[in-house]
């Protein structure tokens, strides 16, 4: 046969198949209908709906890509029936095509969620697993994915560690367990383990290379039942992320778009130059020296710099991601490329991230699978802003500093009397100084899927993170007044990091009528290796020439590093038996072994298993429609922790150069060789219910997880030569295994369809998260063992981790108000030296005088010293929750989410530098409320205690003395602020273009929208955020110049072009 | 499944279960060589003990503490645009003042380095020769010595920590009493002194090192616990150690002492114990004294010149006319001109009254292209050979009031005769007290000296204080004359003997309780 004929002949045949169908069509008087069904929410197609012709037994289901096509007499009523969403019907009217659109009531209930290197239904979970779709995620705009999860998982605490365009947040998923070993979850993409976080606090985050349009779902796994599987990165929670990829089906186009801007939310309440010259002036006077002329009258003066106004500004941000997905049967494809620019909202600070992504699925034979997920980014990151501090020094710069001169040069401080620290112009240090750094990360990995049998299949995979990265740094000559760089100087770095993972594993699936058992067992070994150079000039012959070479080659300075970081080798199995679809049982077992430990300290097991009832599925519930769902949950598991660098067990020498070698070895560490793995006992009962075909569902968990042998990198006391943080030429601390923490709690979510009309919905989702966290143990101390966090702005403790309290409560001083009159130096006690004799009550130095703070005597001994501090509060949140409300009206939708925290405190530590008089820096409004010394006599004695008082005696701003011997801002209750508030994190209103609009322009789905991002703040705390995150629990709720969250408004489109 | 195919996937299987080999998991540093396996030779150990003479371990009390509590504290100088310097002048210390806890923390930071290399060399390889062992751990405990002598004489009792790693099992530590710590540095001293060379590399101790300061340490404890009068046989210790430097070692004074500050001198056969800095080793790792310039454009990348200590009158009025030497080397005096400070830009004429010894100018003054100014590559000396010339006088005049032995006389006038002064013919404790505090100003001495006084004339060394005429003071170069200048000068609290005792700071009270507590013997 030609090939012709070929096709006459298949013509010929589909002509008879249809002749049949029409044959039976016409014997039925019907009319053909067609049509596609879609979700409203975010108008992907829906397979499986049931189409049924009301009062007839005649129906049919919707296909893969959502299509149908049914026959039915004109005015007969098709239902449309889906779990999870609102039923419709629709009056049949001609033939033609009637395109659905359903409103989902709950999408929880067809969940398919991810247990760890296998997918389940989540009605057949047995863990605590969250998850939210990508569609949630969204709706932030979030520039990093990890921002869009506050508030939307239960159990799970986000907070922002800077504001920064791409800057990181500290996730906790249920508390703090461990003290320096890392808190934070193992994040997986796709099969890929992202390697431990190195660095992140210099803001930078290695997470921000994933677009967060490119997610389609996000699972948190987090009792041990479900994380015992990831073995020992995953005990404190395991976020999986799994990214969109193509269906089989005509290819879909989408374009989604947004743009916008950012602007700082909240200013804080500096003085302007007049109020700043009458405060000078005035305490000029009492110091009698540190008079400035040109303040003699401060009314001529105008307002001074607004160092805020100039430093923060209106940012934009852009958008822009294209996609490209389909495929058959055999081969899935989706293509995905996106562009993404983001300005701070400080000067000299941006993050543009340009990223293409590929993830294929190929059958390639019956018994063979393979595909791959990859993604290219490119992040471009300024982080001058950060790097040189700028908040800090707008926030500290006097207002009598012009920004730039008269002659164009900058401005900058010009007296320098009275200890004016250097304070550069922080607008000319945004723009002047060169910061930074690229990467170019790499990830993806590759699978090949071996289907033995019809139970039997292994799987294989490579997974690697490449990550290339540089670093430029310029600093030029600079003049701003009397703060001056004679000499410019310039570093670049650069340096690659590998991840590699290998992983085999089986799964075994098997129905035996009423038993179904599912059984995994593999082997995964990681590695990681770095590589790094660095190079160093300074006297370079121009400001404007900054490559390195063109420094001077004798000021050359140079390092550089490699080697293999962490190696982990482990084995894994686990057991699915379900008994007639009530009873669930799984059990997990895996053996870790780690490179960050002595070998006899190496290999550790982790275990757990899980119980789960389906309560709905017993025949005394079958009968009961409303209940779609009821299950127990209850779990029990063993992990290990081994979150600490690598070779802590031995000393680790480096080599230094003095006078007398350039290689002299010095002692980096103080070594613990016994430090061994961290190990969690892990409680979990859960309880998920769906009702009235999923109009409302609820999942409340609650746990109690109970850490041993904490990994700390120990704080020791100053004379140990060690430090856990940075010191100069201390020694790193030892880690060691200390002490016991417990962290009870529970999360509960609850979702409800509240309307559901044809034309309009209301949907609510709550979330609620509480964690009490304690230190049960502390290890060879005894009661006396504390870790105490010292701040350098006061160079005091002030936070302090004991026994039977969380970990790093805030310590210090109660406030008391200022001495303002006689009597109460007769009722309040003074503070006394080391030897316990009070400083003399005089105006003069080395004396307690009118206008210094007040503190109270705890143990009344009449005297303050330190045993009169005590805990001021917790940095810990005691509930956290996240409301959401979603809105549908015709083609309109409106979002509302609110998240917020409760309970904790904040240590504004940036207001201390602030609001201290004796600074010689910008300073609080509130200041000028500092406590007026007056005689009562003007004429009688000023050091007369009986002829002194205060006028003001509410304030709590100290006098105006030249005399700290009280340590007025000694560690103490004033410092401590309320940090509990209430965000709305997001509005967003859209609309759907109606589909008769669309069919005419060959688009599927066209849907604009506006939103606003942390569109109002509630908080009674005095700084710009209370939010306040910290990869140190003993260092958490510090607020010191941070890089705030800006306020972003946005309008945005996503387009889906048919084919 | 075709077999082919069969055969292939089993192939992988196996591969894929195969576990990794046993070294999988052994990764250690490429960079960091551990202790565990780097004392292989003598070599090895010359490296670690290399390491003690100078890097940051010594930073945080070198560069905030040493001259400020040796010089600031006593009186020879003030700063009025520094609080925590204030408080040292003023004696107002709070324990949050940054100085203290510098101090504090830098001299323990010390400690440990000393400690962890001692316990590394114990456990160094069979192979190394046990004297060759015993020279190392000297070094090491000499250092630590230094470190607990400062200790003791600023705080009095303290923690005494031998091995840092049993701080693991018991972090929180009583304080010992200070006869114990002083008996621990002399047990340091007393090894190196057995163990150390006479002669080595130039810039690491000897065995004169000890013995010289083997001197002063028994000088300062033949008063501990005493009134009115010293130990004779502690006396008599120190002054067979000092005096056997100062005849046996063979050593003598360098010949110019303005020189003598200069890093082109560095390591002169005087200097005893000097901390080995580099140039260009960055923030915190270096000797930060050009900070107390005057002024940026003597510093290396013409910046960093911050606090400039203004010298005290009194202190100026000590330098007869012919002590000019002296007097040039130790203070900037308005309008004269230095010419090998920024010798490229002609000179530095001063323009202000400060602290000069220590300020040796820039980059290129120092031939040392690296040198910023938190780098300076000036060896400045702990112990030198014209201290152990006044400890051993001082140690024969012990409990008289007065002498004219010959032998103390001799090492005396020797440290004036260099400094081109008259020869004394008689010596009493205030004689020997003014040449001290002369010769030594600015190398952290004087307060050591008035604590040593302390210890067993409590009131003559309050008064001292006390009776100090503070205050900086204004130079006229065309009339060579000076005059007292107040307008700065915050009033002192009157000085009582536990102004010779500074606090602990704040944070380590806060750390360990135990602190709190009288202190316990170690011995």
Redo the contacts between chains.
Sequence with gaps: MDKNLQKRVKYQISLIIAGIFLYISAHAQTVSITGKITSADDGAPIPGVSIKIKGTGLGTISSIDGSYSIAAEPGKVLVFNFLGYAPQEITVKQAGAINVRLNSTSSKLNEVVVVGYAKARRKDVTGSISSISGTDLRQTQPTTFDQALQGKVAGVVVQQVSGQPGGGVSIQIRGVSSISGTNSPLYVIDGIIIPPVGDPGKGGNPLNAINPNEIASIDVLKDASATAIYGSQATNGVIVITTKRGKAGPPQITYDFYSGYQAIAKRLPTMNLQDHAGFINARGQVWG?DIRPEFVNPKYLGTGTDWQAELFRKAPMNNHNLTVSGGDDRTQYLLSASYFNQEGIAIGSNFTRASVRLNLDNKTTN?LKIGTSLQLARVSENQNSTASGVIGSALNLTPDIPVKNLDGSWGGISNT???VL?TPNPVAMAEIIKNLRKRKQIFGNLYAE?Q?TRDLS?R?EVSGNFDFNTEDNFTPTYTFGKT????NYGSTSMGQNEYTVIR?F?TYNHNFSRYYVNLLAG?E?Q?GSFQNAYAYR?NFPSNNVQAINSG?G??A?NGG?????????SYFGRINVSWDDKYLVTANLRAD???NFF?TN?WVNTYSGAFAWKINNEAFLKGVKSINELKLRLGYGVTNNQGIP??TF?????T??????G??????N???EDVTWEKTDYYNAGLDGAFFNGRLSFSLDVYDRETSGLLLK?????????TAGW?????QA?Y?NIGKVRNRGFDFRVSGTNISSKNFTWKTDVTVSRNVNTVLNLG??GA???L?Q?SYT????VE?TVVGRSIGEF?GYVFDGVFATANDFKTHALPA???G?TYPISP???GIWYGDRMFKDLNGDGIID?KD?TFLGSPIPKFQFGINNSFTYKNFDLNFFLSGSYGNKVFNEQSIRQTNS?NNTAYFKKVLEYARVELIDPAGSASDIDNVHVTNPGTTVVGLR????N?NN?SNSLFIENGSFLRCKNITLGYRLPESVLSKIHVSNFRIYGTVTNAFLITKYSGMDPEIGSWNPLQAGWDNGYYPQPRVFTIGANITFSK | MKPINKILVFALLAVAFTACKKSFLDRPSNSQISSNNFYKSTTDLRLATASLYGGSHWFAFHSQSMLTLGDILSGNATFPWNGDIVQLYTRTITPQNAIISNGWTGLYNVIAQCNTVISAIKKADPSVSTADKNAAIAEARFIRAIAYYHLAVYWGAVPIIEDNAKLLSDPLLNRNVVSDVYKFVANDLTYAAQNLPKTDQTGRVTTWSAQGMLGKVYLTMSGVDKSGSRDQALLDSAKKYAGNVCKNSGLALFSNYYNLFKPQFNDSPESLFALQWQAGTGYANGNAWQTYSPSGDINPGKNGAWIPFSPNYELYQLYSEKDSIRLKASMFLTGVHYPELNAAGGGFTATMVAMKKHIIGNEKDNNAPTMDFWSSPEHNSVLRLADVYLIYAEAILGNDASTSNGEALTYFNAVRERAGVDHVTSLDFNTILKERRVELVFEGQYWIDLVRYSYYNPQGAVNNLNNQKRGTFIYDKATKTAKRDTTFVAPALPATISSFTLPIPASEMTADPKLAQPPVPYY
């Design positions: 020296f018994w009397n009275g200890w250097s071996i033995f292994l294989n001056v760089n004679n000499t085999n089986l082997h070994s590695v300074s001077d004798t000021t300075r590093d490699y080697g293999s970081g962490t190696a982990q080798e072994g780690s490179s070998h190496r690598g070779n031995v000393t680790q020498l480096q230094i150069a003095n006078g007398l070698s290689i002299a070895q010095w002692q980096n103080l070594a613990n120990i704080p020791l006391p100053l004379y140990s030569g060690t010191s100069p030429g201390s020694m030892p060691i060879p101390g006396d063992a504390s105490a010292t006061i160079n005091q403790v302090k310590y030296d080391q030897a004799n003069s130095g080395g330190t501090q004796q030249n005399d700290n011997t340590d000694r």
